[in-house]
């Protein structure tokens, strides 16, 4: 019986081990985090949490729906009570996640930061909640330090139009940090013509533009102004939050229309919705394509589902789920559209349904070009799907249809500074995969080409792929 959690976790074979341990351990090759929900003022005031719990468990939905599951009653969740009650429920919640990632991220982070080499359950609860404080009260373990201790080199947060972009300004400015924080332009507010807040974003965007928005041309002008805006402080990169890639096309007056309507305070019907984000995303990915920006297309997730919740909480407290409506048809029609002038910008399509994984693969195929490896991608395994078996589909499934080799790897998606140690889980597992082919004499033991695809994968493709200014590992 292997120990748990060894050195060799999740690392089958000797070629596995090989790989990983020479050529993707993170403490060697860097950790590029090309999308996260991490806020950069923390990052700017360089924050120190108090407890675990604040690192763990504010704004983890993750947890939140584990804790749920176990049958903890709210207040030990989003509610009133003490941290230290609610990380004794976390705790007593944790042996129940027997196969659940979480299980893992968890003691991965108590290894790799607080180096703790027990279990956590509800009698070991005090032991690693005075371990793990203690620590996080030094100052070695302040936000800053500890992205340093994670080897993080770039981290792309997500950011509406219309923000002011003051703290990666700040951070820019501050020669006393060396990990580049930069924006990525997250432009939903303004595509989502059917919430009722509609008219009263685009107002935001008027005042933070200088253009008053009244119809579809000061529209454009208004979102170019703020994606010149992003450029300039260091953005080249977009992300997206769709239900699905849609295509239904219409003229500019017919939108134009459809625009005014909602300016005016009227209810769009569906179909109009749909035909003014076609026309919206054929807009932003022609101004990508034109930029050199990279297009993130998130897709597949049904949000918002227990309408007692969400009155009480809000959005993103837990409540989403797969969406298994997605038609490809639309998605290729979409990038068609694009490519019809020679504009399809360098692509990431991520769906939260893994069923999804070879159309995404099939589709993708058919734009790549330009002398850019995998210029269109399918993005790492997303949210519901980045646990051991999801990663493994996923990666598996592009290999079969695409170039592996090529693929720009793992990303955080997280508003956590200790979700770090996800990459090491993903590298495992990618080491793992590569090392049970190549001992299955499926591949080649060729260790120089191995430890290229092994680096580029972890790190040195995302380096390429989104020409961040890094040195490769």
């Not at 939140?64 to 176990?70: D, E, F, S």
């Not at 620590?135 to 800053?144: A, G, I, Q």
């Amino acid at each position: 019986m292997k120990a748990f959690m060894d050195k060799d976790f999740l690392l089958s074979t000797e070629a596995a081990k090989k790989l990983y341990f020479d050529y993707a351990d993170m403490s060697k090759i860097p950790v590029l985090d090309y999308h996260c929900h991490i806020n950069p003022r923390e990052i700017y005031e360089d924050r120190q949490f108090e407890n675990i719990a604040q690192v763990w468990l504010g704004g983890d939905h993750y947890k939140w729906r584990q804790m749920r599951t176990n049958g903890v009653d709210e207040k030990y969740i989003t509610g009133d009570a003490s941290d230290r009650e609610k990380f004794q429920k976390w705790a007593e919640t944790m042996p129940k996640l027997i196969g659940n990632p979480l299980y893992h991220w968890s003691h991965l982070e108590l290894r790799y930061y607080f180096g703790y080499q027990g279990n956590l359950n509800g009698n070991t609860a005090e032991e690693v909640w005075n371990l793990c404080n203690e620590k996080l009260r030094s100052k070695e373990f302040t936000v800053r330090n500890l992205i340093r201790m994670s080897n993080v080199k770039l981290i792309c947060t997500t950011d509406d139009p219309i923000d002011s972009l003051e703290w990666h300004q700040k951070i820019k400015a501050d020669d006393s940090f060396e990990v580049q924080v930069l924006p990525a332009w997250r432009p939903d507010k303004a595509m989502n013509i059917e919430k009722p807040e509609f008219a009263e974003y685009i107002g935001k965007l008027s005042a933070s533009s200088g253009i008053a928005v009244t119809d579809l041309v000061t529209l454009k002008a208004a979102l170019g102004n703020r994606m010149d805006f992003f450029a300039e402080n260091g953005c080249s990169v977009s992300d997206h939050a769709l239900e699905y890639v849609m295509y239904q096309p219409l003229d500019d007056a017919g939108v134009d229309a459809i625009l005014k309507k909602a300016l005016g305070g009227e209810q769009v019907t569906e179909l109009e919705a749909l035909q003014y984000k076609t026309a919206f995303m054929i807009y932003v990915g022609r101004e990508y394509s034109k930029r050199g920006w990279v297009m993130q297309l998130h897709y597949g997730c049904k949000r918002d589902n227990n309408a007692f919740m969400y009155n009480k909480l809000g959005p993103d407290t837990g409540f989403d789920c797969i969406n298994n409506y997605a038609p490809s048809a639309q998605l290729a029609d979409y990038l068609n559209a694009l490519s019809a002038t020679d504009e399809v910008p360098k692509t990431i399509i991520y769906s939260l349904n893994p069923n999804d994984d070879a159309a995404i693969s099939t589709i993708i195929g058919c734009f790549q070009g330009g002398g850019i490896k995998n210029k269109i991608q399918q993005g790492s395994a997303w949210w519901f799907n980045d646990h051991y078996i999801g990663m493994c589909n996923q990666m598996k499934s592009l290999a079969s249809l695409s170039a592996l080799g090529n693929f720009i790897g793992m990303l955080t998606d997280s508003r956590s500074f200790l979700s770090y140690t996800r990459h090491d889980y993903f590298r495992r597992i990618l080491c793992d995969i590569i090392g049970s082919w190549v001992e299955n004499g499926e591949y080649p033991y060729e260790e120089e080409i191995l430890a290229e695809i092994v680096k580029g994968i972890s790190f040195n493709n995302a380096v390429e792929y989104f020409g961040f200014n890094l040195d490769k590992a």
